[in-house]
């Protein structure tokens, strides 16, 4: 579900936060990581951001190298924008944006609170549509490159009716139509700030 090089290539803040959502203990396999602290830029060229990662299994704590492309400005720090261009992601394949989207589907209907609900779905629609960035132009299913590993390959050979472009189409515009908007528009706040407490 998620790239594996050892400088993880994003393409903004948030999609660091995103990837350990999707990401999975490299002792124990356990997921989602969970971020200690914040993501803190270092002295390489190469890899110049790093955010420690910690398993809430069995307490294994990491750090992960990320590389992102736009460099981001101090406001573009602070947005939920996951994906300021039309590139598609090269941190989380379409399993992990497919998973990413129903876990945060689920999390908006819980929470009791109407705006931070609204919030969560708005994150869940703009992982959906990086979800959608991994079909081409006329495509009604995925390439194989739209799995970075063997077991999201395998899951799509085996169910391929699952990775069809026109159901999650249809559930963003479903989304889009609950939120009253016709373009994803970035949430003023970072859902996962409430998912860390």
């Known amino acids: 579900m998620v790239s594996h090089d050892p400088v993880v290539s994003l393409h903004s803040v948030a999609e660091a936060f995103l990837y ?62 996951v994906n300021p261009t039309a590139l598609r ?53 995925p390439g194989g490159d739209a799995f970075f590993n063997e077991a999201s390959r395998k899951g799509f050979l085996a169910h391929p009716e699952r990775y069809a472009r026109g159901i999650w189409e249809q559930r963003r515009a479903i989304l889009v139509g609950t939120l009253g908007r016709t373009e994803a528009h970035a949430p003023p706040r970072r859902w996962y700030q409430f998912w860390r407490k």
């Not at 420690?52 to 981001?72: M, N, T, W």
């Not at 931070?116 to 959906?128: G, H, I, K, T």
């Open 20 to 81: 350990l959502m999707a990401a999975r203990c490299t002792g124990c396999g356990f997921g989602p990581l969970k971020p200690q602290g914040n993501l803190t830029r270092t002295s390489h060229c190469a890899a110049p951001w790093r955010l420690l990662a910690e398993c809430p299994q069995c307490g294994r704590c990491e750090p992960v190298s990320f590389l992102i492309d736009p460099v981001p400005t101090r406001e573009q720090a602070r947005s939920a924008v």
């Open 89 to 141: 992601s090269r941190a989380i394949d379409l399993e992990g944006w497919v998973t990413l989207f129903q876990t945060i589907l689920a999390a908006a209907g819980e929470q009791r609170d109407r705006a931070l609900s609204r919030e969560v779905l708005s994150e869940a629609l703009s992982c959906l549509e990086e979800a959608l960035k991994f079909y081409g132009p006329g495509e009604d299913l």
